[in-house]
């Protein structure tokens, strides 16, 4: 009975999060079509009555032919006085080819997402599995694929584009958002954090080291996939009990 009500619960705060997207804060992007290219018009609105300081992360994945993925992240931080609305950014892209194209912006209050939209052009081009999706789950809108950088040096650069290539290679898909997060030590060293949610997968001192970073990709990416390999398997064991 214990049991029963422990993963009851569990169901419920999950609702909960999942309701919680574009609630306080509503992220959206907006087209206009200009000589052949789009225009992405992205925006955050604040619906209550609190001022807010918040960062937002817009990234564009274009997928070709062959499968092969590439992303352009474009961030920064603002804020939002209560019931206001404000431009983040403008971009344009070329849509007229036979790239599939996923735009996604997404709105952080501290490292928790308050608002996200997404669009895709060209959807059905490719229909092969993708780095990134959203698909219905039972409690609400699931993010899929999704790996953030907040580095501060160029090792942490290095680092995050060793993983998001190796993690895009294998296709771990994972349905949490993965974050690579990049903090002042001691002296002039840094140390590097992989994150899922709250959880610490991995963490290391920041190298300019090729060859070691790479090996902390590594090391990162089997942890990582053990990580949602396991969530994995508690889900179903929750499901047949």
Do not use: C, W
Request: proline share 2%; no cysteine; charged share 30%.
């Amino acid at each position: 009975m214990k049991l029963k009500l422990i993963i009851l619960l569990a169901l419920v705060f999950q609702v909960s999060i999942a309701q919680s997207t574009n609630v306080d804060v509503v992220a959206k992007i907006k087209t206009e079509a200009i000589n052949g290219a789009v225009s992405l018009i992205n925006s955050a609105t604040n619906t209550t009555e609190v001022y807010k300081s918040l960062k937002y992360v817009f990234s564009v994945f274009r997928t070709d032919a062959q499968n092969n993925v590439s992303k352009n992240n474009q961030e920064g931080r603002f804020t939002l006085e209560a019931n206001e609305s404000k431009e983040l950014s403008r971009t344009s892209i070329n849509i007229d080819s036979v790239d599939k194209v996923v735009v996604l912006l997404l709105v952080y209050e501290e490292e928790e997402i308050v608002g996200k939209d997404r669009l895709v052009f060209n959807e059905q081009i490719n229909k092969k599995p993708q780095t990134v999706k959203e698909k219905p789950s039972d409690d609400g809108l699931e993010l899929r694929g999704i790996v953030i950088e907040e580095t501060k040096t160029k090792p942490g650069r290095d680092f995050y584009e060793f993983f998001y290539n190796s993690y895009s290679l294998n296709q771990i898909n994972g349905n949490k958002v993965v974050g690579i997060y990049e903090s002042l030590s001691f002296g002039r060293t840094t140390i590097i954090q992989v994150k899922i949610e709250d959880n610490v997968i991995h963490k290391f001192i920041g190298k300019p080291d090729l060859e070691y970073l790479e090996q902390m990709s590594k090391i990162s990416i089997r942890k990582v996939y053990k990580y949602f390999k396991d969530l994995k398997n508690q889900k179903e064991d929750i499901f047949r009990y």
